[in-house]
């Protein structure tokens, strides 16, 4: 069974148009995060939660927020999409509490396309 | 701050060969490391760790990793290498200076794997 969901697979969204990819999770983890691919590149970290307190990484655009209004679910908007910001969106998520040592289970991934 | 280098960006290999894929690492604490495998418009699938213990992981599908403190690298093994082992795989680092334990992963570049029949 899926234990990260995310919806929708695939995003088609125009130019300048916000647009809000979802992630759920049934592991009742306690942080969820938000990663950027492009390209079959290395994931790059958006932002995370642990618990209700965000985390953004210092280079995330202000064009990309964030909510998670419970443990379960979590939301990447994105304000005014560009065409540099196609990529593959992926949700993670991992317990916290000093469990360092836990690995992170992913979702499939939202393909965003920008045209 | 921890990074994490795979040198290669893709390896060939003829399946029922052994398969090989190199990380190198570099943290001011203890190291915990991963290696993930991503399939073709697919999320990431953890494969193993190493958090403390016996230098060689074991992990899903036939993979395993040696942990080399000295040489401060974690490659990854399959002694036999299928075709459907082809993929892009992530060694990745845990930040563990992470405000809240939370457990941001730091990834390398990835090294694309492709076993010839």
């Known amino acids: 069974d899926a234990m990260v969901i995310q919806n929708p697979r695939y995003q088609v969204t125009q130019f300048g148009k916000p647009v809000t990819l979802s992630c759920s999770q049934t592991l009742n983890h306690n942080v969820m995060y938000w990663y950027q691919q492009k390209s079959s590149q290395a994931p790059k970290l958006l932002f995370h939660y642990y618990d209700k307190d965000f985390n953004n990484e210092a280079d995330t655009p202000d064009n990309f927020q964030s909510r998670r209004p419970n443990t379960s679910f979590c939301f990447l908007d994105i304000r005014s999409p560009g065409l540099g910001d196609a990529a593959m969106y992926l949700c993670a998520t991992s317990r916290g509490g000093g469990t360092v040592n836990t690995e992170a289970f992913f979702g499939q991934g939202t393909r965003l396309t920008v045209v | 701050a921890q990074s994490v280098a795979q040198p290669e960006d893709q390896v060939n290999v003829a399946e029922g060969n052994p398969l090989t894929v190199k990380c190198t690492y570099s943290?001011?604490?203890?190291?915990?490391l991963f290696w993930y495998v991503q399939y073709p418009n697919r999320g990431l699938q953890f494969l193993l760790k190493?958090?403390?213990?016996?230098?060689l992981v074991k992990g899903s599908y036939g993979f395993e990793a040696e942990f080399n403190k000295s040489q401060t690298s974690f490659h990854l093994k399959k002694p036999s290498a299928l075709v459907s082992d082809s993929a892009l795989y992530f060694c990745a680092v845990r930040d563990i200076k992470t405000k809240a334990a939370g457990n941001k992963l730091t990834f390398g570049g990835g090294t694309r794997v492709l076993v010839k029949p």
């Open positions: 943290v001011s604490g203890n190291p915990y």
């Open positions: 190493y958090i403390t213990g016996d230098n």
